[in-house]
């Protein structure tokens, strides 16, 4: 990436707030950052087959869905940080990004990362910082819901499963921050906003903790 220009990973597992923290991102810094919009939710509200109501989930589904991703995640973050270049933005915030897909592949980040001819410490690299709220599936089970994503199908289980596999996927950055999930969202925002000010400050300099 250009070192004018950073790139934020917001991510976590299922029912975290991540769309409530993105919204107030969005009034914080406007005209400071993009958006990467979800490629996952993107495909699945707009034509991609949805388990539960246009078939059954399957692995064969699920391997589908994620060589969709891929490419596209790939083109579409390239693509915003093009238009921040364009808006003299200075961040990219993307929802989720690359290694997010490992948590879909049963061998995780190796098993990912070696059958689309990746390499970790590469995609790694390609983000100043992850940012992870740890989702209520794990946290607060009890509160895990559907009310805050229209293509989000998983139950309660894979939910959890899928939490931790996301926070491991990411493990490896060196600026992986872990948001307690039992926070309230005010919380959660004011931390998250602290991390992309710092971040901000960074800009042009080589990102430190």
């Known amino acids: 990436m250009e070192n004018s220009i950073r790139m934020i990973v917001l991510t976590g597992g299922p029912c975290a707030g991540k769309t409530t923290v993105l919204k107030a991102l969005q009034e914080e810094f406007a005209g400071k950052a993009v958006f990467v919009p979800e490629v996952a939710t993107m495909l ?3 034509g991609f087959p949805v388990p539960g109501k246009d078939m059954e989930r399957s692995e064969e589904w699920q391997a589908c869905l ?3 991703i891929l490419p596209l995640q790939r083109t579409i973050e390239d693509a915003y940080v093009q238009m921040a270049k364009s808006k003299k933005a200075k961040i990219v915030i993307c929802d ?3 290694l997010d897909g490992a948590a879909y592949a049963s061998g995780g ?3 990912f990362c070696g059958k689309n001819g990746l390499t970790v410490e590469t995609e790694l690299a390609r983000y100043d910082a992850v ?3 740890e989702s209520l599936a794990a946290v607060c089970p009890e509160k895990y819901g559907q009310t805050n994503n229209e293509a989000r199908f998983e139950p309660l289980e894979r939910a959890q499963q899928l939490e931790q596999a996301i926070k491991e996927a990411w493990m490896g950055h060196s600026h992986q921050t872990i948001i307690d999930g039992k926070r309230g969202i005010d919380g959660k925002i004011a931390q998250v906003i602290g991390i992309v000010k710092f971040v901000l400050s960074k800009k042009e300099e080589k990102y430190e903790s």
């Open 44 to 46: 699945l509200a707009n």
């Open 66 to 68: 994620q060589t969709a």
């Open 96 to 98: 989720r990004g690359i």
């Open 109 to 111: 980040v190796s098993e």
């Open 131 to 133: 940012i992870h709220l």
